[in-house]
């Protein structure tokens, strides 16, 4: 048992998912968009003028999004809110799914995480070569700043913009990955020694089990986070690429 | 004089609902110690991963390691810095 044999993928459904390589990272991917689909349809299905626990947890998360996108992108922003809105939702019930015991966070896998930044990446850049067309690339090379730096300062800028995948997955997988190794490892101390020492042993597991409870709140917290970091994010990127300065 | 104050008030109205105003943007990121910090520290590495993969594979495509290698580690670091800059600098280009 160590802390991270918990990342690893193994097929599920029998020989059928073996022969396709359906892991339990993809089953958990179908069952989020299930939860999401299913939380949409049933929250508006009522359509009441005072909302249920479900209409209003479907509201509250659209208006959410809604506001983030209109209130960093702007009005052209309402277009964007589509793929927003199924990031963020994706990512925070990925998230929250992988806090259930048994369950499995695929936000945990890099490979998941930089598919949704390069997704993400792609977007930007097609939106902002559609909008601004080759003016584009004077986005690599400020106004006003000397000819002779154009070698120095166009690489650069360069790479700072690839780089925008790369620190949107990392953050995410990282902040996933260290939440659950420590809830692991902490999990781990309560049965080393609640199973050493008799009463003695109980009573010091208490401290870890304590502490594990106090990190599922903050997981929590993480999940959230995260997502929202996530979807905001995408936000500015779309708003440089419409506005481009 | 009034007249004047409710167009600078409509204009930044109008420039905010186009998201333009320099006051709104990263408003809405969280702002506490360790998640800065966090933030700054992946952007840093980040960038300098980006820097040093293009220079390793420039050099095994062009057969000129290290130099190529050598010279985008440099600017993977600048770019680094530059994004940990642009995470505290106010909105707008440095």
Redesign the interface.
Known sequence: MDALSQFELKPVFGALGDAVGFTQSSAHMLLAVGIITALMMLGTRQRALIPGRVQALAESAYEFIHD?V????????KRFFPFVFSLFMFILVGNLLGLLPYAFTFTSHIAVTFALAAVVFLLVTIVALAIHGTKFFGYFF?EGAPKALAP?II???L??Y??RP??LS??LF?NMVAGHVMLKVFATFVVLIGGSAGVLGVLGASLPLALNVALVGFEILVAF?QA??FA??TS?YL?DA??L? | MSEQDSFEERLRQAQARRGKDPGSAKAGLPRGNWGVGFRAGVELVSSLVVGIGIGWFLDRWLGTWPWLFLVFFVLGSAAGVLNVYRLFAPRGRP
């Open positions: 983030l209109t209130g960093q992108i702007g009005d052209e922003g400020p120095l690489p650069i800028e790479i700072s690839l780089s790369v620190s990392v953050r990282a986070l929202y970091v905001i994010l500015i708003h419409v506005h300065h």
